[in-house]
């Protein structure tokens, strides 16, 4: 049996999305608003192993009321219990005052029945931070394992999980005790097909709503714009970088290699 | 046993299958609906103005509900006649601003499906219907395209006493039931396609005149279907526009045009550019408006078995009517299902009831009036060339007379009127436009 715990979080469209030329904020109004896309990941692999390992799923978001979507969005994939951390006290976060938000949230939660699995995207697509996880387990005090790709093995027993996690240049396996957290990568997970019965019992699901005043108990200062030291001094779309090509020279033969920099060199008149 | 068991399985969660089903649970019925959008509405398109009578019916606390669906209630109704330079507007501001209101699909769809849910149907949405359970000439539930359960992987069985068959006018399902024999022909629909267009902020109702509870509804003919059988239309919501046309198929296919080409051509309009100058489009989108005409409906019951709305075939494109037909429909359905219910008989000879009620009803005798309207507008099309350009020249005369001999000006209207169309022409084609409306 194993005890999930998954954090998601509500974001705006980003296909979509608009650029206020003249301010460069984001344009909100009118763009519909979607599960973030890696969270569906988390809480695809949630799924997966509440079927494999059976267990429990407790998914948690802090966002507006219209976040309650998302959480019944996680039903569909099996969440037993969904909560919403919804008060105004928590708007204007950044990353340190959402994970400590998120953070004592989960050591509440877990009073009784520690999770042994913590699963975040890997970041929000409308920040693309990927702080938060890592902030929630360095303040729970347990391992983290960024930019997970696959998850190998868990040993219940021996309380060990095996994952695989992307690195700039290719993949470092890490065994891990646990509880731990991860995030999720896309290729960790596919989207699994629902069955009929959680989508209808998704429609009907209303979610716990933890407030500031409780049952949590919170530290004021540290909650939302007042906790949140970061200031946004600019939206700028950043210029992408001309990108090199790299060769794994197990996968591709070197004569290839070669024959294709001879080409691009002579493509652009340097040879 | 069947793990999916209910009294009634609605297909389809526009406003037929959602008044069916709010109707069915205020009695008590177990009923789910199935959409195979993301959420009811979400795969769908109207233009949309909505008649607050037909939703008083299935929720009578309107409009007196929050959040509310309603854009803006039309304040002002009528018709543009444009011609290629210009236009001539006929709006008559409406004596009761509650009588009806524009709305988007998306949220309205969304507001009745949150009304039915409350009034405890059981919703499946992202989940599509792609067969019936059927036994001996029975249908006896439907088959979806999602799993059981975790468990179980094949498709779900959902097994009920009658089956609603609200799926829009692709009847792909009222074929299957039986109860169509042949897909529709392209002079048997209108393709109709939409844009939302976002003005700059306080721009809507200056440019329209309007203050911020009133609205604008209005019909267009002539240019902007290039002068083909269809109209366009221009609806105010609270921070947009609905604009957009409807052609028949045929006349597209004839011709070999795309539909949102016309419309891109239309807002090129001097007219239309100057009134949506800055705007921005929010969505855009197309969809089929049935035009079967009495003789092309389906047989709307059988053994277990009702069709309502669009898959019926109710609409009347002269008074924009669709959404309320829809929503009649549902409750005719329900309230044969209950007699059913209280026969303990789901064979065609209790849901008969609902042809019964139909034919009784307005709706079907707007049908049998208006039965030959498809072959009338395509064989007349000349109405949709010739008199919107003469309306607009005549005007453009009789508004410029100033400094001139009246009765050469009139001479000259005269004139157009014979070119355009001749006296003997006109006679005929009010002839023709009573007849039929007779
Ligand atoms: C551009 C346009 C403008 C219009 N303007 C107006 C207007 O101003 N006023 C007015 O009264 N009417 C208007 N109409 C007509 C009106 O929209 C329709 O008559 C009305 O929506 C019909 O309702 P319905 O419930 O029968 O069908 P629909 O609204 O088409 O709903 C059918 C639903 O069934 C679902 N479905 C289909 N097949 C399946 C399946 N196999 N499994 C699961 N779900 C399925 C679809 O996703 C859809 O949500 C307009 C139509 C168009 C296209």
């Given at each position: 049996m194993l005890n999930i715990l998954v954090s998601i979080k509500q974001v705006p469209d980003t296909t979509n999305i608009r650029i206020n030329p003249e301010t460069g904020t984001l344009i909100r109004e009118g763009i519909p608003s979607i599960t973030n896309p890696y969270d569906v990941v988390a809480l695809s692999l949630a799924c997966e192993l509440k079927q494999r390992y059976g267990g429990k799923i407790t998914v948690i978001t802090m966002?507006?009321?219209?976040?309650?979507?998302?959480?019944?969005?996680?039903?569909?994939?099996?969440?037993?219990?969904?909560?919403?951390?919804?008060?105004?006290?928590?708007?204007?976060?950044?990353?340190?005052?959402?994970?400590?938000?998120?953070?004592?949230?989960?050591?509440?939660?877990?009073?009784?029945?520690?999770?042994?699995?913590?699963?975040?995207?890997?970041?929000?697509?409308?920040?693309?931070?990927?702080?938060?996880?890592?902030?929630?387990?360095?303040?729970?005090?347990?391992?983290?394992?960024?930019?997970?790709?696959?998850?190998?093995?868990?040993?219940?027993?021996?309380?060990?999980?095996?994952?695989?996690?992307?690195?700039?240049?290719?993949?470092?396996?890490?065994?891990?005790?646990?509880?731990?957290?991860?995030?999720?990568?896309?290729?960790?997970?596919?989207?699994?097909?629902?069955?009929?019965?959680?989508?209808?019992?998704?429609?009907?699901?209303?979610?716990?709503?933890?407030?500031?005043?409780?049952?949590?108990?919170?530290?004021?200062?540290?909650?939302?714009?007042?906790?949140?030291?970061?200031?946004?001094?600019?939206v700028f779309t950043p210029e992408l970088k001309k990108q090199g090509k790299i060769y794994n020279l197990e996968e591709v033969p070197l004569e290839k290699v070669i024959e294709e920099i001879i080409g691009v060199l002579k493509e652009k008149g340097l040879l | 046993m069947n793990k999916y068991l209910y009294d009634v399985v609605i297909i389809g969660g526009g406003p037929a299958g959602l008044s069916t089903g709010i109707k069915l649970a205020q009695k008590g019925l177990k009923t789910l609906l199935i959409e195979r959008g993301r959420f009811c509405g979400a795969k769908n398109l109207f233009g949309g103005v909505v008649y607050t009578s037909s939703i008083k019916e299935i929720v009578p606390e309107f409009p007196e509900v929050d959040p509310s669906p309603v854009e803006r209630p039309v304040t002002e109704e009528g018709y543009f006649f444009l011609s290629k330079e210009g236009v001539v507007k006929i709006l008559h501001t409406k004596k009761r601003a509650d009588e009806s209101f524009t709305a988007l699909r998306a949220k309205f769809d969304a507001f009745l499906s949150e009304y039915a849910l409350k009034k405890g149907i059981d919703l499946a949405p992202k989940t599509k219907v792609i067969d019936f359970i059927r036994n001996n000439g029975f249908i006896e539930g439907v088959i979806v395209d999602r799993p059981t359960s975790f468990e179980d992987p094949s498709p779900a069985t959902i097994k009920a006493k009658v089956v609603v068959i609200a799926e829009g006018v692709n009847r792909l399902l009222t074929e299957k039931a039986g109860l169509v024999t042949k897909t529709f022909e392209p002079e048997e629909v209108v393709l109709a396609v939409k844009e939302v267009l976002q003005l700059p902020k306080g721009e809507l109702e200056a440019r329209f005149g309007l203050s911020n509870n009133q609205g604008l509804a209005v019909e267009i003919f002539g240019e902007i279907t290039k002068g083909l059988p269809g109209t366009g239309f221009l609806y105010t919501n609270k921070t947009t526009i609905s604009f957009g046309i409807g052609i028949f198929l045929k006349s597209l296919m004839d011709l070999n045009l795309k539909p949102y080409e016309i419309l891109e051509y239309a807002k090129l309009h001097p007219y239309f550019r100057e009134?949506?100058?800055?705007?921005?489009?929010?969505?855009?989108?197309?969809?089929?408006?049935?035009?079967?005409?009495?003789?092309?409906?389906?047989?709307?019951?059988?053994?277990?078995?009702?069709?309502?709305?669009?898959?019926?075939?109710?609409?009347?494109?002269?008074?924009?009517?669709?959404?309320?037909?829809?929503?009649?429909?549902?409750?005719?359905?329900?309230?044969?299902?209950?007699?059913?219910?209280?026969?303990?008989?789901?064979?065609?000879?209790?849901l008969r009831r609902y042809e019964e009620l139909f034919k009784d009803s307005f709706i079907y005798k707007d049908l049998v009036?208006?039965?030959?309207?498809?072959?009338?507008?395509?064989?007349?099309?000349?109405?949709?060339?010739?008199?919107?350009?003469?309306?607009?020249?005549?005007?453009?005369?009789?508004?410029?007379?100033?400094?001139?001999?009246?009765?050469?000006?009139?001479?000259?209207?005269?004139?157009?009127?014979?070119?355009?169309?001749?006296?003997?022409?006109?006679?005929?084609?009010?002839?023709k436009i009573g007849r039929f409306l007779w």
């Open positions: 966002g507006p009321p219209q976040a309650k979507a998302s959480l019944r969005e996680a039903v569909e994939f099996g969440a037993d219990r969904i909560i919403l951390l919804c008060d105004k006290k928590f708007a204007g976060a950044d990353t340190l005052a959402t994970s400590y938000t998120l953070a004592e949230t989960i050591k509440f939660l877990q009073k009784d029945d520690p999770f042994d699995l913590l699963l975040f995207g890997k970041q929000a697509i409308d920040g693309d931070t990927a702080q938060v996880g890592p902030g929630v387990a360095n303040r729970l005090n347990i391992p983290v394992i960024t930019y997970v790709i696959k998850l190998q093995d868990i040993d219940l027993i021996n309380k060990k999980i095996i994952v695989h996690r992307k690195i700039e240049r290719g993949v470092e396996v890490l065994e891990a005790s646990l509880p731990v957290l991860l995030t999720c990568e896309k290729e960790l997970c596919a989207t699994p097909f629902v069955p009929l019965e959680q989508v209808i019992k998704a429609t009907k699901a209303e979610p716990e709503v933890f407030t500031a005043e409780g049952p949590v108990i919170f530290t004021r200062e540290k909650l939302g714009l007042k906790g949140s030291p970061t200031q946004v001094k600019k | 009134l949506f100058k800055g705007s921005e489009t929010l969505e855009y989108g197309a969809h089929l408006i049935p035009e079967w005409g009495i003789k092309g409906l389906p047989k709307p019951y059988g053994n277990g078995v009702l069709v309502v709305g669009d898959a019926a075939g109710l609409v009347n494109p002269l008074f924009r009517e669709g959404t309320n037909l829809a929503i009649y429909s549902g409750l005719m359905a329900a309230e044969a299902i209950f007699y059913a219910f209280e026969k303990g008989d789901f064979t065609e000879r209790s009036m208006l039965k030959d309207l498809k072959t009338f507008l395509l064989s007349n099309s000349h109405l949709f060339q010739v008199y919107p350009e003469m309306i607009y020249d005549i005007c453009s005369l009789y508004f410029s007379a100033q400094g001139r001999y009246k009765r050469d000006v009139i001479r000259e209207i005269f004139g157009i009127i014979k070119k355009k169309r001749g006296y003997w022409g006109i006679l005929r084609d009010f002839v």
